[in-house]
């Protein structure tokens, strides 16, 4: 092929596969050399840019056109010397030249010399780099994409994804460190080099907080809002008592993270400062990284706080269906009544629905407060109003208004109280519940007219004792206490007649006369006991009349301490004297005391009375009598047919105590 021809080929990129160029670049040269080496042909226009201009280098020998230029003499050497056909690629300063060698052949194929095309292929190249760095970035922020929308909800996963991305396509590790603005920072991943020589960083960025001079840099990064390049050594980046301070410098890249237009943290990436400074490309990168990484932290803390708020509303829903089953259950009426002006009611279970009389599918809002209110409505709402502002609650009893029967009032007893919005505390209205008490209203007016019934019956049966008593007691005045003091004066007659008779018949009729006096005193101690004081005195002075006799010469001393304003009826001013004056005969026959008190006040409504002693005390387990004695067991069934209740047990530090308590009057009519 002669030179002619292999420019045509040239021309038209024949057997120049793979050349970025066409000769038609302003930088192409062509060089033809022959068999001894001398330059044939120096055309191009490439050739202006050289030292020898056109056509300057024809003539001379490439040793001498490639003497400055060591490697581009080896390869035309080569191609001169061995007639071989290749390619080859130098670079220079400030640009990259790519060179073909082509044999050059005469008619009978013989090699007479050789043809060099070579062209700047710089700007390729950058083209080239741009290229698939453009590739990388995308395949890379691509796989970033999926691996972020796979992570999701997991922070962890998606700040290792982050790192990890931004190690292997920008630098050497990577760290990123969350906190909000104001906030101390905090090291939430770290991806160290991928060979394992900074292992360490885990350990001992996550243990201690950034050094100053990397919080300058973070700063500065957020305050411009993107990437800031550094070098700094290791002895600043890392803690004062790090091993590896000595390491050297690093070349570091910050990127702010922010989502929202809020600080959500930082990204570093570092390097070693014997690697090249970080590009524009690269720190685009970087922040296109910590961009998607701002929104995936974001988007994931949104989705989780919606997780959290449905989990809340799922929680609230729950709990508000447990609410609804407990209220639809329930037998008491439970409402809830709006705020002003009409106070409509806003809920009412089933059992309230049937409690006012109001139908299953009926509309509750239609119903008002003043609706359901009977009796005194406008002392009523004053009432709760007045208890509501004071306490926040309100409790009693009224006549409710049933809606399907306007003329039929229900007793019912409930509470009200205040509801406020949980959240917010605005109020919204009233709440209550009710209970129908007609059956309790019933059973109280049984029970009332029972009472009446007993406290009539006690009434009759006291008074029929105590007009047996007075019967009894006129009987043994007026005949037998009568017919013994005659028979007393007519054996002291006697005795005088007998005075001088003999001594053996004054012995037999002083015996007799003492037996007569004895049983006139034991009568005369009848008559005390059949006589009720209590009836024509107070209840209290009662008392101490029954202490003094009882007590009289028995060397116990005695009080009796109280007054009342009150007086019981009779039928309890007389039981309460019976059982006190029984006590006060148990501490003179059984107590050995040396003193007793008899207490009397007024207490809920009825007569509290306390006999006292410091004798031996009492068995705390005896709740009625010993066989043979039945006073404890008569105290308890009187004051309990009374009414009223009994109790005996031992007192501190000895000593027996008796305590009754007697209702003042019978229970009233209700009204």
């Known amino acids: 092929m002669d030179s002619a021809e292999l420019l045509s080929d040239l021309a038209t990129g024949t057997g120049l596969e793979g050349n970025p160029e066409a000769i ?16 044939t042909m120096f055309e191009g226009p490439g050739v202006v840019h050289t030292p020898f201009g056109p056509g300057g280098a024809i003539g001379l020998h490439y040793e001498q056109i490639y003497a400055t230029q060591p490697d581009t003499l080896r390869h035309v050497r080569r191609a001169v010397q061995t007639g071989e056909g290749f390619a080859a690629q130098e670079a220079y300063d400030e640009y990259v030249v790519r060179a073909r060698f082509q044999p050059v052949h005469d008619a009978a194929g013989a090699v007479v010399g050789t043809l060099v095309a070579a062209h700047d292929v710089s700007g390729w190249l950058r083209s080239e780099r741009r290229r698939r760095w453009a590739e990388r970035r995308a395949v890379a922020l691509a796989d970033l994409s999926t691996a972020l929308d796979e992570a999701a909800l997991d922070v ?94 690093f070349r570091l890249l910050c990127v702010p993270l922010r989502a929202r237009a809020h600080l959500l943290g930082t990204m570093i990436v570092g390097r070693r400062a014997s690697r090249p400074a970080y590009t524009s490309e690269e720190e685009t990168l970087a922040a296109e990284i910590a961009h998607r990484a701002a929104l995936a932290l974001d988007n994931a803390r949104l989705l989780q706080e ?119 505390g605005a109020p919204l209205g009233v709440g209550g519940v009710l209970q129908d008490i007609t059956e309790r209203r019933e059973a109280e007016l049984r029970l009332r007219q029972l009472d009446r019934q007993r406290a009539a019956l006690l009434a009759r049966l006291v008074t029929a004792q105590e007009e047996e008593r007075r019967t009894i007691a006129a009987g043994v005045h007026d005949d037998t206490i009568q017919v013994l003091a005659a028979v007393d004066l007519r054996l002291g007659l006697l005795a005088r007649r007998l005075a001088g008779e003999g001594a053996a018949h004054l012995e037999l009729l ?114 009625t009598s010993p066989a043979g004695h039945l006073g404890l067991a008569t105290m308890r069934e009187r004051a309990e047919i009374a009414g009223g209740w009994w109790r005996v047990g031992p007192r501190e530090p000895r000593g027996t105590e008796v305590r009754f308590w007697l209702p003042v009057r019978p229970v009233a009519e209700p009204e």
Request: proline residues 6%.
């Open 156 to 249: 962890r996963s998606v700040l290792d994804v982050v790192v990890r991305a931004a190690r292997d396509m920008v630098g050497d590790y990577a760290v990123v460190r969350l906190a909000g603005e104001g906030q101390d920072l905090r090291v939430a991943a770290i991806r160290p080099a991928a060979d394992g020589s900074m292992g360490f960083l885990e350990d001992e960025l996550a243990e201690h907080p950034p050094q100053p001079a990397v919080r300058a840099l973070v700063a500065e990064a957020a305050a411009c809002g993107g990437p800031v390049s550094r070098v700094m050594s290791a002895r600043d980046a890392l803690p004062p008592a790090s091993p590896h301070a000595g390491m050297g410098d």
């Open 510 to 623: 002083g015996r007799l006369q003492a037996n007569v006096s004895d049983a006139t005193s034991r009568l005369r101690q009848l008559l005390f006991d059949l006589e009720t004081p209590a009836l024509n005195t107070g209840l209290v002075q009662a008392l101490r009349n029954a202490a003094a006799h009882v007590l009289e010469d028995t060397g116990v001393a005695w009080t009796v301490e109280g007054e009342l304003d009150l007086e019981p009826e009779a039928p309890s001013r007389v039981v309460a004297y019976r059982v006190a004056r029984e006590a006060l005969v148990n501490v003179r026959a059984h107590s050995g005391a040396e003193h007793a008190t008899v207490r009397v006040e007024e207490s809920d409504g009825g007569v509290l009375v306390e006999v006292l002693d410091d004798g031996v005390g009492i068995d705390p387990t005896l709740e």
């Open 306 to 424: 919606v997780r959290d708020r449905e989990r809340a509303l799922a929680s609230s829903l729950e709990e508000l269906l447990r609410f609804k089953a407990l209220a639809d259950g329930s037998a008491e009426a439970i409402l809830l009544v709006g705020p002003r002006p009409e106070h409509r009611l806003e809920y009412l279970n089933p059992a309230g629905r049937r409690l006012i009389g109001l139908a299953e599918d009926a509309d509750v809002g239609t119903v008002t407060a003043a609706m359901l209110a009977g009796g005194d409505v406008p002392d009523l709402f004053a009432r709760q109003r007045a208890a509501l502002e004071a306490s926040g609650t309100w409790t009693g009893e009224f006549l409710l208004r049933r809606v399907d029967e306007p003329d039929v009032e229900v007793p019912v007893a409930g509470s009200a109280f205040l509801v406020s919005h949980p959240e917010t």
């Open 24 to 39: 038609e670049d302003d930088s192409a040269i062509f060089i033809c050399f022959d068999a001894a080496g001398v330059c």
